[in-house]
Structure formats: structure tokens, C-alpha cells
């Protein structure tokens, strides 16, 4: 019999913060701990920073921890565990995650990409709750994605499907971190905002969008305001009633809108549920980018979706994590 407080640990390894959490059996979080990735100490040191927080994770927790959900940012093969590459994470070339934390945590290792992770969040707890068919996209700094399909995530043959921020949406577009040209990331991502706002910045037109930008505390000082510039500062500016933050959403939203195109002409989901920090700008952004996307999809097909946000903001991955942990004690 398995005990009723007993938890599972969700560990969400991101590109710049891993989170870990003691979750329950109904998705909640207990407690919690957030940290930065070590990146530049490669996966030695990153794994080192994992076991440290999820011991901060669960140090006031009485209960039994039952198993390890660990969600991933890169390309995952969940059925044995290996992360094979990770944009974010450089040298994390084919290394087997599961046996290490499996090793030193002494019990079982549930490892998927975090995109598919949050899938599942919204799933089981959060917008996608009841529906069978739905795909989850993450608008952040990259694009993710989590294909929910007929009730089940689809992680594809080797656990690599899903990458819907790689598909290409112009063939002469510029260079993307996968090697590849013009894909929906580089021109639709939150680096591409920014990207297009340092452009026009830099080309002289009068904007407020660095009036906003401010250093992170802790960060480096005497940062150039430039440098501090992102999807955040040029929503702020837009909220303001800046003009040219106004015009580089409505521009971001276009690319945005090609893509949603193309992800409801493939699936003919019920729900599009966007996540990821850029979906913040609510309506500022995702409305312009839903009707470039009835101008280009299937009447049909846009006629029967739904667009949503997503629920579970920032503890998506944890979460999935923790309920992939879940069914795979069950
Ligand atoms: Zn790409």
C-alpha cells in the first residue's frame, strides 16, 4: 500500500533555472526550491546543482519520496534516459541523466523533454484538462512543444517529436541554433523579439522600450540598458503606449500566427494552448496572431479549435514531471 502523503520529486532543467519540487499525487505542490543552472560547468556540475536543490526541495518534508520525475530542456530519449543534445545546455551530448540521479537519489528516474513534461501538466491539471487532442506550445525564449494526441502525449519513435519550434516557416530565413534555416524559433521566439527590437533600436528610431530596461539584481553592473532589453521591457513599453513596442508585437505576431497556421492545418487539435513567457502579452500579442492564422489555415479546421493560455505557468514542467513519475509507479 502506498502511503497517502507520500510525494514524488519533479526536477524542471532549463536552460537558466533548474526547479525542483515535492509534488503529491494530485499535481499540488508541496514545497519547492529555484536555482540557476551552472551551465558553463557542463553536466558534472549542473547534476551537482540538481542533487543540491532538490535536497533544499524536500528538506522539510516528512513524507516518502517515491520516485524521480526530471524534465529536460533538449532532445530527450525517455525510454532509457539519455539526453542526447541541448541547445541550452552546451556539452550535454548523450548523457545518461537517469542512472546518475537514479544512483544517487536510490530511487526510480522518470526523465522526458520539458515541453512534453508540460503537456502533461496541462493535461492532467491545468488547460487541457478533458480534452483529448491538443497541442501545447511554449512562446519563450525558444518555442516548444507537447503534442497531446487522442488522450496520450506523443513523444514519437525515439522521444524527439514534438520540436514544433523547428519547423520552417521561411527557407531563406535566418540561421537557427539547430543548424537549420528560418525556422518558426528564429522568427517567432522571444530572442527574435528582441532580436528585431535591437535592430530597429540601433537603426535610430525613437522608442521608450530602454526607459524600461533595467539590470537584474545580482546581475553585472554597468550592463549597457541595450543589453537588458527583452520580451518583458517591450511589453511594459507597449502597455505605455509606445510606438514602435506597439509595431514590433504586431510584426512578432504575424510569424506567430504562420506557425499556429500550420500546427492547426497538421493536427486539427480541439485546443492550441500557449504557454511560455510570451503569452503574458495576452491579447496584445496572441490576437493579432490568431487572425493571421484563420487568414492561412482550413476554414474548417481553425473553425473547430480553441485558443488558450496555459494554466500552470512556470510549474508546467515540475508538475508533468511529477505526474509521469506518478503513472510510472502506478
Ligand atoms: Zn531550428
Not at 210 to 238: F, M, W
Request: aromatic share 6%.
Amino acid at each position: 500500500m502506498m502511503d497517502l502523503n507520500s510525494v514524488v520529486l519533479g526536477i524542471d532543467l532549463g536552460g537558466t533555472k533548474i526547479l525542483s519540487a515535492a509534488v503529491d499525487r494530485q499535481g499540488k505542490v508541496i514545497c519547492r526550491d529555484l536555482t540557476a543552472t551552472p551551465v558553463a560547468s557542463g553536466p558534472p556540475g549542473v547534476i551537482a546543482t540538481i542533487n543540491e536543490s532538490a535536497r533544499r526541495a524536500i528538506r522539510h518534508n516528512p513524507n516518502d519520496i517515491k520516485a524521480v520525475g526530471l524534465a529536460v530542456a533538449g532532445l530527450v530519449e525517455s525510454a532509457n534516459g539519455i539526453v542526447h543534445t541541448s541547445p541550452n545546455l552546451p556539452g550535454w551530448n548523450d548523457v545518461s541523466i537517469t542512472l546518475e540521479l537514479a544512483s544517487t537519489f536510490g530511487k526510480p528516474v522518470f526523465t522526458i523533454n520539458d515541453a512534453h513534461a508540460a503537456a502533461i501538466g496541462e493535461l492532467k491539471y491545468g488547460a487541457g484538462r478533458g480534452c483529448r487532442h491538443f497541442i501545447f506550445i511554449t512562446l519563450s525564449t525558444g518555442i516548444g512543444g507537447g503534442l497531446v494526441l487522442d488522450g496520450n502525449i506523443y513523444e514519437g519513435f525515439s522521444g524527439f517529436g514534438g520540436e514544433i519550434g523547428h519547423m520552417v516557416v521561411d527557407d531563406d530565413g535566418p540561421e537557427c541554433g539547430c543548424g537549420n534555416r528560418g525556422c518558426w524559433e528564429i522568427l517567432a521566439s522571444g530572442k527574435a523579439l528582441e532580436r528585431e527590437a535591437r535592430r530597429r533600436i540601433a537603426s535610430g528610431e525613437p522608442t521608450s522600450i530602454l526607459s524600461y530596461c533595467r539590470p537584474e539584481p545580482g546581475g553585472e553592473p554597468g550592463r549597457a540598458q541595450i543589453d537588458c532589453l527583452n520580451a518583458k521591457t517591450i511589453h511594459t513599453a507597449a502597455i505605455g503606449g509606445d510606438i514602435l513596442a506597439l509595431e514590433l508585437i504586431k510584426h512578432h505576431a504575424y510569424y506567430v500566427g504562420v506557425g499556429l497556421a500550420n500546427i492547426v492545418n497538421i493536427f486539427n487539435p480541439e485546443r492550441v494552448i500557449i504557454g511560455g513567457g510570451l503569452s503574458n502579452m495576452g491579447d496584445l500579442l496572441l490576437k493579432p496572431a490568431i487572425e493571421e492564422a484563420a487568414r492561412r489555415a482550413f476554414k474548417q479546421s481553425f473553425k473547430a479549435v480553441r485558443f488558450m493560455t496555459a494554466e500552470l505557468g512556470a510549474d508546467a514542467g515540475v508538475i508533468g514531471a511529477a505526474a509521469l513519475a506518478w503513472k510510472n509507479l502506478m
